[in-house]
Structure formats: C-alpha cells, structure tokens
C-alpha cells in the first residue's frame, strides 16, 4: 500500500530533488520498497531501481553505484515485501534490512569490496539470497 507520502518521496528521487543528505541508507531501501510496489515485475522495477539510483548519483557527483548490493536489496525486499502492507509494517517486519550490514549474511567482504561486484551482479558466496 502505496501513501501521498511514499509517492511524494518516489517523485522527488526521480525527479533528482531529494538532498543528497536524504540519500541514505533507509532511503535506498525505500525507494527499492516503492518501486517494487508500483512496477509489473520484478524485472521492470529492477531496472527502474538501477537507473534512478545511477541518475541521483550523477546528478549529485557521486560514484557510488554498487551493483550487487542494488540487485541483493532488491531481491530481498521482494521476498519479504506484501503488497497490501505499508512502508511503515515492512520496516517494523524488517528492521534487519536497516542495518548495513545484513548482507554479511549472504557475502563476505572481500567479495562486495570487489570491482566485478560494483560492476556486475554476483551470486552470494554465503549463503543464498
């Protein structure tokens, strides 16, 4: 369940208005959250995802695109989320996710700090997502 609130947030990410002090943690959660709400497929909201990350980081000089940490997110937060549910019952349910380092779960560390990762998706070398 989409709120006024969640698609004021959506539109100023896309819109690249959210001040870069905005884009935190929580928010890339929430914005992979609302995206797979709105969008038809997994696939769809992925790339979604991914552009709209890649163009806030443009438009605010930063280089900080991850592209396994995107897709893992994403892959997770579609497992967990339930449509009906509003931003506010997925975070109480997950709070796991908030935590930056919950993908030591699935990775170790020498594979997130890799280049390839940054560059391409890579299957976890943990346990699976």
């Known amino acids: 369940m989409i709120t006024q609130d969640d698609r004021q947030f959506l539109e100023a990410f896309e819109k690249c208005a959210l001040g870069a002090k905005c884009w935190t943690h929580e928010a890339h959660v929430r914005i992979g959250w609302l995206v797979l709400q709105e969008e038809s497929s997994f696939d769809l909201a992925l790339e ?10 443009s438009t605010n000089n930063s280089i900080g695109y991850h592209e396994t940490i995107t897709v ?4 997770i937060i579609d497992s967990r989320r339930i449509p009906a549910d509003s931003w506010q019952i997925f975070c109480q349910k997950n709070q796991d996710l908030f935590d930056k380092s919950c993908l030591s779960k699935y990775y170790s560390s020498k594979i997130l700090a890799s280049v390839e990762a940054r560059q391409s998706f890579v299957e976890p070398d943990v346990q699976p997502l």
């Open 48 to 57: 979604r995802i991914r552009q709209g990350i890649k163009r806030f980081n």
């Open 72 to 75: 893992a997110f994403a892959r």
